[in-house]
């Protein structure tokens, strides 16, 4: 019986969230990804950071009547990263069926 | 252990997948702002051009459809305002917003070719064909019947034209602004009250 690896990327709560958060929208502002995990801004930062080191999400920094903004979207190679993630964690899963 | 770096069992991954998916899943972000807007423009317009011409007769009462441009710039105006309160950009979003688009460009484009043509007792039959579109592929987007049912009415009522003589064409055009976008406006503006 063969266990795919798990991306260690992905395998941590709050980027996996961050990540499915952003394959079902096109893009969004750091303030609603914070609200949607109930993460803390630090926190936050330092893991989209991490995505965005391994390419995963794309961060542009704009600016708003003054006010910074950040926007997150997906890229291409964290869709399959993420295609990637959910087929390995089925091999854990459903050992047979792969 | 960092919370970040701990290990997660398959079951929790998945249960933060489905989550996450299930937060922006129908969320529905239309207020229904602009059906209202340009269903009440529509129909004051309508009900005066056939209002002056019938009981008044007067000619240019055409006019009255100058109104519409105020509505533009309101729309402008508007979406300007919302496009700076929005914190995401969904793929729903995006597709309706082409929808409508594509709306205006094609009328316009056909109100055009109509106006050159002096062709000007197929304008209402066939803006009422290009009202039903994007209407009915709102409510399929949005998966919102009232949409879908209004974008029905218009292409009805778009058939019934050519049994209806040239002068009552306007209230036609009333009739379908009021199923297709004035009543779902409403219903959307509750849903979306109720929801957020």
Same mark, same amino acid.
């Given at each position: 019986? #063969? ?14 969230? !961050? ?18 995990? /109930? ?19 794309? !961060? ?6 003054? @006010? ?16 990637? @993630?959910?087929?390995?964690?089925? %091999?854990?899963?459903?050992?047979? #069926?792969? | ?10 079951? #929790?991954?998945? %249960? ?12 529905? %972000? ?26 008044? /007769? ?19 105006? @508007? ?21 409508w688009l594509t709306f205006m460009i094609c009328g ?12 000007? #007792?197929?304008? /209402? ?70 929801? /957020?």
């Amino acid at each position: 019986m #063969e266990f795919k690896e798990l991306d260690p990327i992905l395998h941590a709560p709050l980027r996996l969230a !961050v990540i499915s958060l952003l394959l079902s929208v096109k893009e969004a502002e750091f303030t609603f990804i914070k609200e949607k995990t /109930n993460s803390t801004a630090g926190n936050l930062s330092v893991q989209i950071s991490k995505l965005k080191e391994a390419e995963y999400i794309e !961060v542009t920094k704009q600016f708003r009547d003054n @006010y910074p903004l950040t926007i997150c979207k997906i890229t291409p190679r964290g869709v399959d990263a993420f295609e990637n @993630y959910v087929k390995a964690l089925q %091999s854990y899963m459903h050992p047979g #069926e792969l | 252990m960092n919370e970040n770096e701990r290990q997660m069992s398959e079951a #929790e991954s998945l %249960s933060i997948i489905s989550g996450m998916i299930n937060r922006t899943k129908n969320r529905l %972000s239309e207020t229904g702002t602009l059906y209202l807007l340009w269903g009440w423009v529509i129909l004051v317009c309508c009900i005066a051009q056939f209002v002056s011409l019938q009981y008044f /007769n007067y000619q240019k009462g055409y006019q009255v459809w100058f109104l519409t441009w105020l509505a533009v710039i309101y729309q402008f105006i @508007y979406l300007a305002k919302r496009k700076k309160r929005k914190k995401v950009k969904t793929y729903t979003d995006e597709i309706i917003g082409f929808v409508w688009l594509t709306f205006m460009i094609c009328g316009f484009i056909m109100v055009f070719i109509l106006i050159k043509q002096k062709a000007y #007792e197929n304008i /209402n039959p066939l803006i009422l064909v290009l009202y039903g579109m994007p209407t009915f592929l709102s409510g399929i987007i949005l998966k919102f019947r009232p949409l879908i049912i209004g974008g029905i009415c218009c292409w009805l009522l778009a058939l019934a034209s050519p049994f209806v003589p040239f002068e009552y064409h306007l209230l036609l055009l009333a009739c379908a602004v009021i199923a297709a976008w004035i009543i779902p406006g409403y219903l959307l503006r509750a849903k979306f009250k109720k929801e /957020n």
